[in-house]
């Protein structure tokens, strides 16, 4: 069955930095797209970053511009979610979530509701 594992959250200082994992199994090699989600307590689920199924395409949300970095190696089956300077306002549950590369979702790519496949979570917590 098709599955996604996260994994690499954890507790960090502000400034800190951590990389998250994204283990996909069951997937066609290639043929999908990964959105990095995140949902804090009392908040709404958001799209954090999202990388096309070769790795060519990249977005990020506008307050992650600079400090997250996505990428891919499909020959791991694995998406990796860099992140740098993190904040407190970081602190999240992060989601990675896979959806077939049909295109639309390169436009669309920050709605969760044009995912199909959802991991668990990861934690993560800024705090000094």
């Known amino acids: 069955q098709s599955q996604l594992v996260e994994s690499g959250g954890g507790l960090v200082q502000p400034g800190g930095s951590l990389r998250l994992s994204c283990a996909a199994s069951?997937?066609?090699?290639?043929?999908?797209?990964i959105g990095w989600f995140r949902q804090a307590p009392g908040k709404e689920r958001e799209g954090v970053s999202f990388i096309s199924s070769r790795g060519g395409t990249t977005n990020y949300a506008d307050s992650m511009k600079g400090r997250f970095t996505i990428s891919r190696d499909n020959a791991k089956n694995t998406v990796y979610l860099q992140m740098n300077s993190l904040k407190p306002e970081d602190t999240a549950v992060y989601y990675c979530a896979a959806a077939a590369d049909l295109g639309r979702t390169y436009y669309y790519w920050s709605r969760w509701t044009e995912y199909n496949y959802w991991g668990q979570g990861t934690q993560v917590t800024v705090s000094s």
């Open positions: 069951g997937f066609t090699k290639g043929n999908y797209v």
